[in-house]
């Protein structure tokens, strides 16, 4: 009698696991099955991949991974912005002239996309500068006078909406432009200390902040204040060794370390 009780017990706690788990699997599945065999990743998802992304093939599967959510989800500013800045990174990584130029030509459209659905969008003003500059970057200063104005505009605009988007990106883009227009073109240093100091401010951790700031204290003459900023920028790029972007901020840093020496 005792046995049979107990297998009555061990029944029912068994039954009800199984209903448990079968329920668990079928949470698991649904959205997979109403999107045709495979779940959409979510937005936190493809920023962490896009965060570890190292190489050109990496940012190419996040940008197809995203094109296929964006065609699912076309109205969704959120994705728009997204495929821009994967788009941003290809061209950053690409080789060849007509694949960078491409590939900001799609980042400019998918960051416009996403002003029409959403104009108060930070991150797409931010990127749509971006790869305008880069575009003209790639062109000269002289083929790029056009894109002078509207980069600023829309940094400007990013800045107002959210300057601390992209650890102070809207920021250190201008102290940066101010820094490399020569005057006449609406360069000043005073302007470029001043933008990449809030930069640093708000993104203290974010080497690129701190090698800006001490470039525009170099051009200042302020050879204190930029090693200072120098041995930061030395500090929080110790132990890296496998992001390129990283190590090259490092070697430009540590290159105007070396300039300074003599001054002193």
Request: glycine residues 6%; aromatic residues 12%; contains cysteine.
């Amino acid at each position: 009698m005792t046995e049979s009780l107990s297998l009555s017990v061990k029944f029912r706690f068994f039954s009800k696991y199984y209903r448990v788990w079968c329920w668990g699997f079928l949470l698991a599945v649904f959205p997979a099955i109403l999107t045709g065999g495979t779940a959409l990743a979510g937005p936190s998802e493809i920023d962490n991949r896009y965060h570890h992304a190292r190489n050109l093939i990496e940012f190419e599967q996040i940008a197809e991974q995203t094109q296929k959510i964006v065609d699912k989800e076309p109205n969704q500013f959120e994705w728009q912005w997204r495929l821009a800045r994967s788009h941003y990174s290809i061209a950053k990584h690409a080789e060849s002239e007509d694949k960078k130029n491409n590939h900001y030509n799609l980042c400019i459209d998918r960051s416009s996309r996403a002003l029409t659905m959403n104009p108060s969008s930070a991150i797409s003003y931010f990127f749509r500068a971006l790869c305008r500059g880069k575009q003209g970057e790639m062109n000269g200063i002289w083929a790029s006078l056009g894109v002078i104005e509207p980069f600023e505009e829309d940094m400007k605009k990013a800045m107002e909406f959210d300057p601390s988007i992209q650890n102070g990106g809207p920021l250190r883009a201008l102290g940066k432009l101010y820094m490399e227009l020569p005057f006449f073109l609406g360069g000043n240093v005073d302007q470029s200390v001043y933008y990449l100091e809030q930069a640093v401010r708000l993104g203290p951790d974010y080497a690129e902040n701190h090698l800006g700031l001490a470039q525009a204290y170099y051009a200042k003459n302020n050879l204190i204040s930029a090693r200072k900023t120098l041995l930061t920028l030395i500090r929080l790029t110790d132990n890296i060794v496998d992001d390129k972007d990283l190590l090259k901020i490092r070697k430009e840093g540590q290159e105007l370390i070396n300039k300074l020496t003599p001054a002193e």
